[in-house]
């Protein structure tokens, strides 16, 4: 008998800590995320290259290319991580990208134009190093002009970006010229990271975008053949690599443009600190520029991550800034108002506290949704003649919402402040009223700085 007991807590035993090694190996399963590789490969004459092998040794990856030179991984992965994509194919010089970087929940593409194989050098694998991001080593823009210039706006700018830009290769020693699109498509993931939130994203594509733009027209190397050089000394720039998330901020913003005093300007930016301080830790600290001037990239992150738009990280940065249309862009059509219920949160939520507030409600502006704001808008929605389901829609906000401009001050003031991205002070003054102004702009909507109902629904609903 005691021996049948021992046998059978041994059995309940090993299957006990066989339950308890298996199940955080079917957690970190169930966790895992994953990240996308897709290579072209192109012959000289840029055609599609069939056939080619393309191998990432250090994940034990090969594959051939298909019929339109393209050749796809998948890799299951909860942390970035550098790899090295090697192609090869019979006639052409082996060519090896070394330091490319796979990031979780984003697609790494790969451009890999081959040459042709020289007697003398098909022993040598092409080699391309992606460079150290900027964040790294902390590098800023060289500044080409000093601070009075480039708070002086030159009249008539463009208003549609150039076709192409001419690029200096520095490592190359030759001037490459670049459809001017493609050319920020392979500048943004080399100066912001794929992978942050996208409206970080979105900021950094308008800032490079109107930063490359600005030098198209207003040469920093007169006489040299090129408007900008592809290292930290303007922009960073290769044409091997790129990623879906960056792309898509770049195509999402494309329409817009940045200007000041309606021209393009040279939008200046550097690493900074991860803080939403334009002064603290910033260029201005690091480099002596001018504060208003230039963007904090880290900066641009912090916002995003606490739920600012990109239309407000790049107006919390740059003084004095609209955000229009480009020739043949189209305004965006005004959002809806959102739908808000108890379960909601994010900044909605705490301006609509705020204007809750604005109208004799006491409840903490906490962005959180719940039991105490739930009952506040049904006591809300009885007092006007509304059906009174705590649900905060375009029918209640139409009586929620107050005109509020330049002079006004209290909780209407701080709710839409907090929609837009400015200091939250209940204080309506200059920046708040540059930052509806821009919002107006946006949405074509009259540009009179004044918060009335259209205003507020493009607040609330962008």
């Not at 498509?185 to 930063?211: C, D, I, Q």
């Not at 003031?413 to 708040?432: C, K």
Request: hydrophobic share 35%; with cysteine; aromatic share 8%.
């Amino acid at each position: 008998m005691l021996r049948r007991l021992t046998w059978r807590w041994l059995g309940m035993l090993s299957l006990a800590l066989g339950l308890l090694i298996q199940q955080p190996i079917s957690a970190q399963t169930r966790n895992q995320q994953r990240a996308n590789l897709s290579v072209t490969v192109t012959s000289p004459d840029g055609k599609p290259l069939s056939n080619a092998i393309v191998s990432v040794a250090s994940l034990g990856l090969t594959t051939t290319t298909n019929e339109t030179g393209s050749a796809h991984f998948t890799v299951s992965t909860n942390a970035s991580q550098a790899i090295e994509v090697a192609v090869e194919a019979q006639g052409y010089r082996a060519w090896h990208l070394r330091n490319a970087q796979l990031i979780p929940n984003d697609t790494l593409l790969v451009a890999a134009p081959l040459s042709l194989a020289d007697k003398t050098v098909d022993q040598q694998a092409e080699i391309i190093d992606v460079q150290p991001h900027r964040l790294s080593n902390n590098a800023a823009q060289e500044p080409s002009l000093n601070d009075a210039e480039l708070n002086h706006v030159l009249a008539g700018t463009n208003t549609t970006p150039p076709a192409t830009i001419r690029v200096y290769r520095v490592s190359l020693g030759r001037v490459d010229t670049v459809n001017f699109k493609t050319y920020v498509k392979h500048v943004l993931p080399n100066e912001w990271v794929a992978g942050w939130r996208t409206e970080s994203l979105r900021s950094g594509a308008m800032a490079s975008k109107t930063y490359a733009w600005y030098r198209t027209m207003y040469p920093k190397y007169p006489g040299k053949g090129y408007d900008t050089k592809d290292t930290t000394a303007d922009q960073v720039y290769n044409p091997n690599v790129s990623y879906a998330s960056t792309n898509a901020a770049v195509d999402d913003t494309w329409n817009y443009r940045l200007i000041k005093n309606n021209a393009i300007f040279q939008s200046q930016y550097c690493a900074g600190s991860y803080n939403g301080s334009r002064t603290s830790g910033q260029c201005s600290q690091n480099h002596g520029w001018t504060v208003g001037l230039y963007m904090s990239q880290w900066g641009s992150k912090y916002l995003a991550d606490n739920g600012s738009t990109w239309r407000s990280i790049l107006t919390f940065y740059y003084d004095n800034v609209a955000i229009g249309t480009i020739s043949g862009g189209t305004t965006p059509s005004l959002p809806a108002w959102p739908t808000l219920r108890n379960g909601s949160s994010g900044n909605d939520v705490k301006a609509a506290q705020y204007l809750l507030r604005s109208h004799g409600h006491s409840l903490t502006a906490d962005g959180d949704f719940g039991a105490g704001t739930e009952q506040a808008v049904r006591s809300f929605q009885s007092a006007n003649g509304l059906t009174a389901d705590g649900v905060v829609g375009a029918q209640t906000f139409a009586k929620l919402i107050k005109t509020v401009q330049n002079g006004s001050n209290g909780d209407a003031v701080r709710a839409i402040q907090t929609l837009l991205g400015v200091t939250v002070d209940g204080a309506f003054g200059a920046g708040t009223e540059q930052a509806v102004l821009n919002l107006q702009s946006t949405y074509g909507l009259t540009r009179d700085g004044v918060v009335g109902p259209l205003t507020w629904q493009a607040a609330f609903g962008k």
